[in-house]
């Protein structure tokens, strides 16, 4: 073994950095998709020979994808539905904000209510500020759904990678 894992454990403690990596960005507690790119790293770092390597590039490759999708495709359906990134760095402060109020379902409750209250502000229009709320939210499940299939990408040729070497 060329590696700094403990004998025995060069597969599953890379799978199971993975697999936490992949439920965090289901729920976005941790950086999901840069953890599953580390479980990859690590056992690329622990295997011998190049193969891991290569593996490893695959998977920046998913995970340069996953990112640039990520940003890409929701931002393009936002400013189309009027939503603007301000407002959405607020929201998120709203989240964080209700992180502390509301254990659990904080984040979401606090985002989504800053959502509202930031569009109905300027018109006064609550069914405007619902269809922007609502672009934000399918934005938003979007952004999560592209770095769900990046980090599934990068776990399932990971596991090539396990078979071949």
């Known amino acids: 073994m060329s590696g700094f894992l403990p004998e025995g454990t060069t597969t599953w403690v890379p799978g199971l950095i993975i697999l936490i990596g992949m439920l965090g960005i289901v729920v976005p ?10 479980g990859v790293l690590i056992w690329a770092i622990d295997m011998p020979g190049t193969t891991p390597w290569v593996i490893f590039g695959l998977c920046c490759v998913w995970f340069a994808a996953g990112l640039a999708g990520q940003y890409l495709i929701p931002g393009k359906r936002l400013k189309a539905d009027g939503v603007r990134t301000g407002s959405l760095v607020i929201a998120a402060l709203c989240g964080i904000a209700g992180m502390f109020l509301i254990p659990v379902v904080g984040f979401f409750v606090g985002f989504v209510l800053g959502l509202f209250v930031l569009a109905y502000l300027p018109q006064r229009d609550g069914a405007v500020a619902w269809r922007r709320t609502k672009a934000a939210l399918k934005a938003i499940m979007t952004s999560i759904g592209i770095e769900l299939i990046a980090a599934v990408l990068i776990a399932v040729t990971w596991v090539v990678g396990v078979v071949i070497t």
């Open 29 to 38: 507690v941790l950086p999901g998709l840069l953890l599953t790119l580390l």
